[in-house]
C-alpha cells in the first residue's frame, strides 16, 4: 500500500504537454532531488549551468541523453531542490524518466503540487500562483498580458494597497476608540471622513479592474436566440468567420446548441447558436429549444435576433431568465433599407445585416459594453470569479462600516467590519485560507506545474 502523500515527499512528474514532440521535461522537487539525479545522471550539475548528458535508470541502463538543468533551494521555482531533465518528447521516454525517480525514491506530483509548494514557501502568493494556469490557458494575447502581469504580482499589488489603506483606517479608528477622554472627537473628525472616501473609491476602481480581468480570463458568453430563420445561424457565422452553422431558408434547421469562439476588442467571447423559438415543434426541435433555454440560463448576455422583413408584432420571449441583459437585433435590414447602427434606449436595439455586414460593428461595440470590457493596456491584469466575489464581501463590509459610523457613531463597529474586509482580501492572495480552497484551486492545475 502506498503511504499517504506530505509535503515532506520528493515529487516528479512529467512538466511538458502529452503527446509526441522535439523535447518533453521531466522536473523534480524535494530533499531527495540531488541523490534521485545523481544515480539518474551520474554525478550533479553546476547550479543553473545546463549540462549535456545520459539518463540512467536505477540499473545503469541508459533511457536517453539530453540536458540536466539543477536549481539549489530555496533559490528556485518551489522554493525546494529542482531538478529538470529535458530529453527528446516522447510519450514512453518520459514515462521510463519518471519511473526511474519514483523507484529512486520520488513520487507523482498531484495536480498543481509544484505551484502550491510555491505558494507554501513564500516564492508565490495565491493570486499569483493562480495566474499561472490562467496564463498557460489564456485565449487571447490581451489575456495572456494581463494573466502575466498578475504573475509579475500586479493585481496583488493592488490588493496589498487597499489592505494598507484598510490597516490605517483600523489603526486611527481603534486609537480613537482607546482614548474617549480627548476632548476632540476624532471619529467625526474631517480627516477620517476623507480617508473613509478615498478608500470607498479605490474599492471602486480595483473592483470594476477586477471584473474586466474576471472577463478577460473567463471570456463572455453570448446566447443568439429568436425565432426560426431569424437569421440567428447567419449571424454566427459573420461574427465568427466560419460556416459553423447550416443555413437554409427552411425554418428549424439549428436542432442542437453550437458554439463558436471569436475575438472581439480583445475579448474572448463565446457564441451560442440555438434552435429557433417556436410553438408546436417536432420532437427533435423540441429538444433543441429546451437546450437552447438552458444555454439562455447560463449565458451572460442574450441576443435576440428578428427578421426585420416580418410584419408580424414579435415580443421578447417571456420565458428568458431574469438578470441577464437582452439586446434585440433586427437582421435582414438590406431588404428593408433601414440604417444599420445602435441604439441605447429602454430596451437596447441594433440594426444590421448579417448578409453583408452593414451594422456588425455596432453589434460588437454592443457586446463589448455589456461585458463592461475596456483595453486596459498595461493597467490589465486577470482575475478569477473567487476573486471578485472576495473583492465585494471585502467592500460591502467596508460600507457596512462606513454606515456604522456616520448613521450611529459606532466606531466599534467600523473597527469590526474593517478587520472583516481585511480577511475577505486575505483570501485573495493567500494570507486568510484554507486547505480546503488551496486543494480546490491547485487541483485545476496541469500535473508537473
Known amino acids: 500500500m502506498n503511504s499517504p502523500a506530505t509535503a515532506d515527499d520528493t515529487i516528479v512528474a512529467v512538466a511538458t504537454p502529452p503527446g509526441r514532440g522535439g523535447i518533453g521535461v521531466v522536473r523534480l522537487s524535494g530533499g531527495l532531488a540531488e541523490d534521485i539525479a545523481r544515480h539518474m545522471l551520474g554525478g550533479l550539475p553546476q547550479p543553473r549551468v545546463a549540462m549535456h548528458t545520459e539518463f540512467l535508470d536505477p540499473s545503469g541502463a541508459q533511457i536517453d541523453a539530453g540536458i540536466a538543468l539543477y536549481f539549489p533551494g530555496p533559490a528556485s521555482f518551489t522554493g525546494e531542490t529542482v531538478i529538470e531533465l529535458h530529453g527528446h518528447g516522447g510519450p514512453t521516454v518520459m514515462a521510463m524518466l519518471v519511473d526511474a525517480a519514483v523507484e529512486l525514491g520520488a513520487r507523482r506530483a498531484e495536480a498543481g503540487e509544484f505551484s502550491r509548494r510555491a505558494f507554501l514557501n513564500d516564492k508565490l502568493d495565491l493570486a499569483q500562483a493562480e495566474a499561472i494556469a490562467d496564463l498557460i490557458a489564456s485565449g487571447t494575447e490581451q489575456a495572456a498580458r494581463a494573466a502575466l502581469r498578475s504573475l509579475s504580482g500586479a493585481f496583488s499589488e493592488a490588493v496589498n494597497a487597499q489592505n494598507e489603506q484598510l490597516t490605517g483606517l483600523r489603526t486611527y479608528v481603534e486609537a480613537a476608540i482607546d482614548f474617549p477622554e480627548e476632548e476632540i472627537d476624532f471619529l467625526v473628525a474631517d480627516e477620517l471622513i476623507a480617508r473613509l472616501d478615498q478608500c470607498g473609491r479605490a474599492f471602486e476602481a480595483l473592483l470594476a479592474s477586477a471584473s474586466i480581468g474576471r472577463v478577460l480570463r473567463d471570456g463572455y458568453q453570448v446566447v443568439i436566440v429568436g425565432k426560426p430563420n431569424a437569421g440567428k445561424s447567419s449571424l454566427m457565422n459573420r461574427l465568427s468567420g466560419e460556416d459553423t452553422a447550416i443555413v437554409t431558408e427552411?425554418?428549424?434547421?439549428?436542432?442542437?446548441?453550437?458554439?463558436?469562439?471569436?475575438?472581439?476588442?480583445?475579448?474572448?467571447?463565446?457564441?451560442?447558436?440555438?434552435?429557433?423559438?417556436?410553438?408546436?415543434?417536432?420532437?427533435?426541435?423540441?429538444?433543441?429549444?429546451?437546450?437552447?433555454?438552458?444555454?439562455?440560463?447560463?449565458?451572460?448576455?442574450?441576443?435576440w435576433i428578428q427578421d426585420a422583413t416580418s410584419n408580424a408584432d414579435e415580443t421578447i420571449d417571456e420565458e428568458l431568465p431574469e438578470g441577464i441583459p437582452v439586446t434585440i437585433v433586427r437582421?435582414?435590414?438590406?431588404?428593408?433599407?433601414?440604417?444599420?447602427?445602435?441604439?441605447?434606449?429602454?430596451?437596447?436595439?441594433?440594426?444590421?445585416?448579417?448578409?453583408?455586414?452593414?451594422?456588425?460593428?455596432?453589434?460588437?461595440?454592443?457586446?463589448?459594453?455589456l461585458a463592461g470590457f475596456r483595453d486596459l493596456g498595461e493597467g490589465a491584469f486577470t482575475a478569477r470569479r473567487r476573486h471578485v466575489e472576495a473583492l465585494r464581501n471585502a467592500a460591502q463590509h467596508f460600507e457596512a462600516g462606513r454606515a456604522a459610523l456616520t448613521e450611529a457613531r459606532a466606531g466599534e463597529l467600523l473597527a469590526e467590519e474593517l478587520r472583516l474586509a481585511q480577511q475577505a482580501l486575505g483570501s485573495i492572495t493567500g494570507t486568510v485560507s484554507s486547505d480546503e480552497l488551496l486543494g480546490r484551486i491547485f487541483s485545476e492545475f496541469c500535473i508537473g506545474k
Open 250 to 303: 427552411v425554418a428549424g434547421t439549428t436542432r442542437d446548441v453550437l458554439r463558436e469562439r471569436i475575438n472581439i476588442h480583445g475579448l474572448a467571447v463565446e457564441l451560442v447558436d440555438t434552435a429557433g423559438l417556436r410553438n408546436d415543434p417536432d420532437r427533435i426541435e423540441e429538444e433543441g429549444i429546451r437546450r437552447a433555454r438552458a444555454a439562455m440560463a447560463n449565458a451572460d448576455a442574450v441576443l
Open 331 to 369: 437582421n435582414k435590414i438590406d431588404l428593408t433599407g433601414e440604417t444599420a447602427g445602435a441604439e441605447d434606449d429602454d430596451q437596447p436595439l441594433v440594426r444590421l445585416s448579417a448578409k453583408t455586414g452593414d451594422g456588425l460593428d455596432a453589434l460588437r461595440q454592443r457586446i463589448s459594453d
